[in-house]
């Protein structure tokens, strides 16, 4: 079934590709960008599921390097708690961000946020406890459509950088292997089950 939805999610970002939005999106970037670095992006979590790929984690996992590499954020905060599956996601994208060459005293676990509500508000907050005072999001651009609204009201003058719908094939490469036992919560509960 998740193969379903993941071929599903596929075709869904492919038909939005040739949406006129992905120009919004790259002017939006280039805006954000003029004010980089930043000291912190917060990249919201993606449910991980051992062994299997995701498009969307690949995505924000993928964009969160470029954006390291490149020197727009000094450091990233993966958010996200054990929502859909046993894996906390911040901590399994840390994991493997880690593995990427991102130094580990640049990567950051925000792992109680349940939806992209509160990974914006509750990744801002740690943000600010660690001392960072110059943050954005990061996020891929089928989350950005509807994240913008939702970070004006739970994460208010925290921007969000996203990429061009049409260049998202250019970020779904294949996840690293790594051992995901410290992201693994044990007696884990689906969120719908809560």
Do not use: C
């Amino acid at each position: 079934m998740s193969r379903f939805f993941s071929i599903i999610h596929l075709g869904l970002i492919l038909f939005l590709a040739h949406d006129s939005s992905a120009q919004n999106e790259l002017r939006s970037y280039k805006r954000i960008v003029k004010r980089a670095p930043f000291d912190a992006i917060i990249v919201p979590g993606f449910p991980y599921k051992q062994a299997k790929d995701s498009i969307l984690l690949n995505v924000r996992l993928y964009w969160a390097k470029e954006l390291y590499d490149r020197g727009v954020a000094r450091n990233i905060i993966f958010s996200g708690a054990a929502v859909h599956t046993a894996y906390n996601e911040g901590m399994i994208m840390k994991i493997m961000a880690d593995s990427l060459g991102i130094p580990s005293n640049h990567t950051f676990v925000e792992g109680h946020a349940l939806h992209t509500t509160s990974n914006a508000k509750l990744g801002k907050r740690l943000a600010r406890k660690l001392g960072f005072k110059k943050i954005a999001a990061a996020t891929d651009p089928y989350q950005y459509s509807y994240m913008k609204l939702l970070m004006w009201f739970s994460a208010p003058g925290v921007p969000i950088l996203t990429f061009p719908r049409d260049s998202m094939l250019a970020y779904f490469k294949p996840l690293p292997v790594v051992n995901p036992r410290d992201a693994f919560v044990k007696d884990f509960v689906p969120l719908k089950e809560r």
